[in-house]
């Protein structure tokens, strides 16, 4: 790859506008400081209009337009759509969906990745381009395809492939029925044959489970496949792909070890959903290993979804730019350069307008966030790094089992981790998101609430980590479900967690559905009392002290959060979901226990952020607010856009962002 810059540009379609075009588009981007486009990703027609008859002279010559301004791309193999003629020789590569209907051409990500056609095909057009691109210098990067995600299909192929994967993985028959509990209602099978693609919502969540799992590995080995074409032409060729944050229909940390980074898709859409930001780009970060991922699509206007949403506000862009690069991107590509005129995504704002002319306010936010990215840069913030001593425990597999239950959610789990990582936010804590198997002792404290799925590996790396001296925060329903989401037959939470919590569960209560009439639990802690809601674990100390009790109806005395000592450190469990406020409380209690202390102390509704350039704290202050805010220094320090020394009370207007060093 490059050098390692701050890069800054936009997704480009040189293909939709005239090539007059071109020339005034590159030189609108250098003006706003732009380095790097994102190219191709639904141009197959154009690179191969007939099948095998290659045609690159296009993109060439849009390549060589923007280069003479100093932009370079990021080139994408282009089979998320399909042109026509894929699906009139080859009409099976198109998805079948579970109520038998074939898809058609006309839209994108239509088609299954399992078909040997299409997978022959994407082989021979990513080859074609690689080679003509190879050694390019102004090809930066690569993106795969287009955000790969589940095809939901249940063709010929994909049955067959599917019944080849499960006779990998279980002994026998007889063993996948034991796995999966298919004595239940009959479903239990005696050759690898009769299985099929679960049809039904009514499936075993195993059976639905592991189908994601295979489809999941046919998106791995699709995305593999144009991954080592293109390193088999360009051995120096970087490539990423581009992920919808917290998605869990396929695998991304699995996806995340294919690639040279990671790469993301955010729309923000409001203020309101900042804080759910911060978690996406945190997820992003800890999918990346660290920071260094790129954001191939930031929202820069309008967008077009379920419907026609809000133009952002002046300043709205800025902040999402400046959130991302505060926790790890190393690059911002917005989504898109010019609204289109035509097509399903036509009033989806560009970083200039339907008519292309640079006053519309759009662009001219940009061209002054251009401005700032290059004080960055010259602060060095690529490739910078991010230390922090909390981390919270964000399973793959939980994510994934938690959205198959019956065709619908057994719990909303980034909404859980939500519960934790907000307060950690608010107090200016750095986090990470990890994978229960990553390397855990460099942190402080982790929490991992609704660990609903383990493997008995996990949990002996949650031991090791409490008993060296890690403090570890759990909350309701721990153990709930093997690797197969069956339910395991050993009191809750398990044999090896009983012993790690000190807590054994007999009782719980589910807080999500009907009876409204019925009385919730609450919980007394610290002198306060909390409203519960989701779920409520019952808990029973063996070894464990009881830090809060429920105290009405049949839940009292029942302990609702506890603390266990093992070796070094503790084990504490949140039996319940809680109010807000408790979250508040108990977090920061936690984190100050662990001997961890804020960055700064901020108003509330101002972040601050730190990357650590050359081991030197680089401090982004992100006003999340409509208010403006006064946020009292500790020291003067170097205000970085604006180019002068701090006051010892920075003034921050609404949305407004500081950087300082
Ligand atoms: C996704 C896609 C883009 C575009 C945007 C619209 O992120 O990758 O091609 O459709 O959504 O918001
Ligand atoms: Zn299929």
Redesign the pocket.
């Known amino acids: 790859m490059s050098e390692r810059t701050l890069h800054f540009g936009a997704?480009y379609y040189p293909e939709y506008w005239p090539r007059e075009r071109w020339e005034v588009d590159a030189r609108l981007m250098r003006d706003a400081g732009m380095d790097i486009v994102r190219v191709g990703?639904?141009a197959w027609r154009v690179f191969e209009p007939e099948e095998g008859a290659y045609d690159f002279e296009l993109f060439d010559a849009a390549i060589e337009v923007l280069g003479r301004y100093g932009i370079r791309v990021m080139l994408c193999t282009p089979t998320?759509a399909i042109p026509v003629w894929v699906q009139q020789r080859y009409p099976d590569v198109n998805v079948l969906d579970v109520s038998g209907r074939r898809r058609s051409w006309g839209a994108r990500k239509n088609w299954c990745y399992s078909n040997p056609t299409m997978r022959r095909l994407s082989r021979s057009i990513t080859d074609a381009m690689a080679q003509h691109y190879a050694g390019h210098p102004n090809v930066v990067a690569w993106q795969t395809d287009?955000?790969f995600s589940y095809s939901g299909c249940v063709c010929d192929h994909c049955a067959a492939a599917f019944r080849r994967w499960l006779a990998t993985r279980y002994e026998s028959p007889e063993a996948l029925n034991r796995a999966w509990g298919l004595r239940f209602w009959s479903m239990d099978i005696h050759d690898f044959d009769e299985m099929m693609p679960p049809l039904e919502r009514a499936h075993s969540p195993a059976h639905l489970l592991d189908y994601r799992r295979f489809q999941s590995d046919q998106v791995m080995a699709f995305n593999r496949e144009q991954v080592e074409t293109i390193k088999a032409a360009d051995c120096a060729a970087k490539v990423t792909h581009?992920f919808?944050t917290t998605y869990s229909g396929i695998d991304y940390r699995e996806l995340a070890r294919d690639l040279d980074f990671v790469a993301n898709?955010m729309?923000p859409r409001d203020i309101t959903r900042l804080e759910d930001c911060a978690y996406g780009h945190d997820v992003i970060r800890g999918y990346n290993g660290g920071p260094g991922f790129w954001m191939n699509?930031l929202?820069c206007g309008y967008?077009?979804?379920e419907n026609q949403l809000r133009t952002p506000p002046p300043g709205m862009i800025r902040l999402w730019t400046h959130q991302a690069i505060s926790q790890g991107a190393d690059a911002i590509i917005y989504?898109?350069w010019r609204s289109c005129t035509g097509g399903c995504?036509q009033f989806?704002s560009g970083v200039v307008q339907h008519d292309g002319d640079p006053v519309s306010r759009s662009y001219r936010e940009i061209v002054a966030i251009g401005e700032e990215v290059q004080r960055l840069r010259s602060e060095g913030v690529a490739g910078s790094s991010i230390e922090n001593s909390v981390a919270i425990l964000r399973s793959f597999d939980v994510a994934r089992a938690m959205e198959l239950y019956y065709g619908g959610r057994l719990f909303d789990y980034d909404a859980e981790l939500q519960r934790y990582y907000r307060p950690i936010l608010r107090q200016n804590v750095g986090v990470d998101v990890v994978h229960p198997e990553d390397d855990l002792s460099r942190y402080r404290v982790v929490f991992a609430p609704l660990l609903m799925l383990t493997t008995p590996d996990q949990i002996e790396g949650l031991r090791r980590y409490v008993a060296e001296g890690g403090v570890l925060v759990t909350s309701y329903r721990l153990g709930a479900y093997d690797l197969h989401a069956v339910v395991p037959t050993e009191t809750l939470p398990g044999d090896s967690l009983v012993e790690l919590f000190g807590v054994r569960i007999h009782e719980y209560d589910c807080l999500m559905t009907d009876a409204p009439a019925d009385p919730t639990p609450l919980v007394a802690w610290d002198g306060e009392t909390y409203g519960t809601c989701v779920w409520a674990d019952m808990l029973e100390p063996t070894t464990a002290e009881v830090l809060a009790r429920y105290t009405n109806e049949w839940y009292a005395p029942f302990a609702a959060v506890t603390r266990n000592r093992v070796g070094a450190g503790q084990a504490i469990y949140v039996g319940a979901g809680l109010d807000e406020a408790f979250y508040a409380h108990l977090v920061p209690w936690i984190v100050a226990e662990a001997g961890v202390s804020p960055f700064l102390e901020t108003p509330e509704g101002v972040v601050a952020k730190v990357r650590l350039v050359e081991g030197q704290p680089l401090c982004f202050l992100l006003n999340m607010t409509t208010q403006e805010q006064v946020v009292p220094l500790p020291r003067e320090m170097h205000d970085v856009l604006r180019g002068c020394a701090t006051p010892p009370e920075l003034i921050l207007s609404p949305r407004d962002v500081a950087v300082l060093r």
Request: aromatic residues 16%; charged residues 40%; without cysteine.
């Open positions: 997704d990703e639904f998320a287009n955000e581009n919808m898709d729309y699509e929202q967008i077009n979804r989504f898109r995504e989806h």
